[in-house]
């Protein structure tokens, strides 16, 4: 079992910057692959980022890149995703997630976090 718990949302203008956590307790961390998604209002729960095991070869959605970062650190059991220049189309509750296959499927998850609100104003 794997319990995930995010931290870091709020209130940010346009263009302004958050940094989001994630600390894992429970079984081993560092085995887990991580991932970070997002859920607006009246939509799906959508992939933003995922890092491996071994925190290389990051992945992205093509709305994010170039603005998200996804890092860990296993000796921390956290997981963070820095978010710059902020849009409000980026507002959503953002969930952490930890999977042995990872990925940017949902699926590929096995424990989620309870999420975190972000909320950009124009």
């Known amino acids: 079992q794997v319990q995930l718990v995010e931290s870091g949302g709020g209130l940010v203008q346009a263009g302004g910057s958050l940094r989001l956590s994630c600390v894992a307790s429970g079984r081993t961390f560092s085995r887990y692959n991580m991932g970070w998604f997002r859920q607006a209002p009246g939509k799906e729960r959508e992939f933003v980022a995922a890092i491996s095991w071994s925190g290389i070869s990051p992945s992205y959605a093509d709305s994010v890149k170039g603005r998200f970062t996804i890092s860990r650190d296993n000796a921390k059991n956290t997981v963070y995703l820095q978010m710059n220049s902020l849009k409000p189309e980026d507002t959503a509750v953002y969930y952490c997630?930890?999977?042995?296959?990872?990925?940017?499927?949902?699926?590929?998850?096995?424990?989620w976090g309870q999420g975190t609100q972000v909320t950009v104003s124009s």
């Open positions: 997630a930890a999977g042995l296959e990872g990925g940017k499927v949902r699926r590929a998850y096995g424990y």
